[in-house]
Every structure is written in structure tokens, then in C-alpha cells.
């Protein structure tokens, strides 16, 4: 039972982390699009890089 319950708080742990972490992805790709739109194409492509290196592979940033 211990190890059930300890199951579940982790799961609801990870489970609100997650979120976290793509709206962490959702910021920086704004800010890479304001970056190029502002004629910055250095800075918005390693914020591209960097979310991408971060695990989100999307059509959008390439």
C-alpha cells in the first residue's frame, strides 16, 4: 500500500512538472519569433536551437 501511495504522489509530481516545462518552451518560442521579427535572426535561431535541443520537435521551429 505505501508503495502505491508513493506511486501516485510521484505520478502527480511529474505530472505537474510537465506543464511547466512546456510552457517554459511556449515563452522562449514567442521570444524567438518577436527576436526575428526584429531583424535578430542570430538570437531567435539559438532560441530555436535551444528548444529543440529541449526535446520539442515541432514543424514550427524549423
Request: aromatic content about 12%.
Given at each position: 500500500?505505501?508503495?502505491?501511495?508513493?506511486?501516485?504522489?510521484t505520478m502527480?509530481?511529474?505530472?505537474?512538472?510537465?506543464?511547466?516545462?512546456?510552457?517554459?518552451?511556449?515563452?522562449?518560442?514567442?521570444?524567438?519569433?518577436?527576436?526575428?521579427?526584429?531583424?535578430?535572426?542570430?538570437?531567435?535561431?539559438?532560441?530555436?536551437?535551444?528548444?529543440?535541443?529541449?526535446?520539442?520537435?515541432?514543424?514550427?521551429?524549423?
Amino acid at each position: 500500500m505505501k508503495y502505491f501511495i508513493a506511486l501516485i504522489i510521484t505520478m502527480l509530481i511529474l505530472i505537474n512538472a510537465v506543464p511547466a516545462t512546456a510552457n517554459e518552451a511556449d515563452k522562449k518560442f514567442v521570444e524567438a519569433g518577436e527576436n526575428y521579427q526584429a531583424g535578430e535572426f542570430q538570437v531567435a535561431a539559438e532560441l530555436y536551437e535551444e528548444i529543440a535541443d529541449n526535446g520539442y520537435k515541432t514543424a514550427e521551429i524549423y
